[in-house]
């Protein structure tokens, strides 16, 4: 593990994508807990992309365009819904009473969110292959380790951006039409990435 794939890792997962749009709003909508569970999920969300790429899936998904395709606009219309979800929630984006989704169900979301993005496993089979060892004698295992370190960042940077976004929580709810505001703004990043993804070729 070199100084290099610490920095380009930390420059990838600190760089905002659906992910940690999804654990801002979560932070600010119901506080630190909620924005932990939220980084929690998006990290689990990774794992299976990595079992995929170690299986050689990845591959196979880069060589059947139809299947890309479809993951693809899997992910465009789950990132359209929570856009839409998160225009109807508008008006209760602040909520004193805590996570009213439930726990289970925001970190099934931020899996979720992670899972259906097709980009996770071609990015580990084009990435992580840069910083092995080609004199190592267990190269997956290698590979393990380097996915392992990714992971955790991604849950540190993403909980830092939950916690952060949760200081603002107070600010907010004295703030209504500051909230509303807010939860507009979220609503429209995950439109703006829908249509990123579904318009940019992969």
Same mark, same amino acid.
């Given at each position: 593990m070199?100084p290099?794939?610490l920095?380009?890792?930390?420059?990838?997962?600190a760089?905002?994508g659906?992910?940690?749009?999804?654990?801002?709003?979560a932070?600010?909508?119901?506080?630190?807990r909620?924005?932990?569970?939220?980084?929690?999920?998006?990290?689990?969300?990774?794992?299976?992309?990595l079992l995929?790429t170690l299986?050689?899936?990845?591959?196979l998904?880069?060589?059947?365009?139809?299947?890309?395709?479809?993951?693809?606009?899997?992910g465009?219309?789950?990132?359209?819904y929570?856009?839409?979800?998160?225009?109807?929630?508008?008006?209760?984006?602040?909520n004193h009473?805590?996570?009213?989704?439930?726990?289970?169900?925001?970190?099934r979301?931020?899996?979720?969110?992670?899972l259906?993005?097709?980009?996770?496993s071609?990015?580990?089979?084009?990435?992580?292959? *840069?910083?092995?060892? &080609?004199?190592?004698?267990? =190269? #997956? /295992?290698?590979?393990? $380790?380097?996915a +392992?370190?990714?992971? !955790?960042?991604?849950?540190l940077?993403f909980?830092?951006y939950?916690?952060?976004?949760? *200081?603002?929580?107070? &600010?907010?709810?004295?703030? =209504? #039409? /500051?909230?509303?505001? $807010?939860?507009? +703004?979220?609503?429209? !990043?995950?439109?703006?990435?829908?249509?990123?993804?579904?318009?940019?070729?992969?």
């Amino acid at each position: 593990m070199t100084p290099d794939f610490l920095l380009t890792t930390f420059i990838v997962v600190a760089s905002p994508g659906a992910g940690a749009v999804l654990t801002m709003a979560a932070g600010i909508s119901h506080g630190r807990r909620a924005a932990i569970q939220a980084a929690t999920g998006c990290t689990l969300g990774i794992l299976p992309h990595l079992l995929l790429t170690l299986g050689g899936l990845a591959a196979l998904l880069q060589a059947r365009p139809l299947l890309l395709e479809g993951l693809r606009y899997l992910g465009v219309a789950y990132l359209l819904y929570l856009g839409y979800r998160q225009l109807r929630q508008t008006n209760a984006f602040i909520n004193h009473a805590g996570c009213p989704v439930g726990e289970r169900q925001l970190i099934r979301q931020a899996i979720l969110l992670n899972l259906i993005n097709p980009k996770l496993s071609l990015f580990f089979l084009a990435y992580l292959p *840069q910083f092995l060892d &080609r004199q190592a004698v267990a =190269p #997956r /295992l290698q590979m393990l $380790l380097l996915a +392992g370190v990714f992971a !955790a960042m991604t849950w540190l940077v993403f909980t830092l951006y939950g916690l952060g976004a949760a *200081q603002l929580r107070r &600010r907010l709810l004295a703030s =209504p #039409r /500051l909230a509303k505001g $807010l939860s507009v +703004g979220f609503a429209c !990043a995950f439109f703006i990435m829908a249509m990123r993804l579904g318009w940019k070729n992969l």
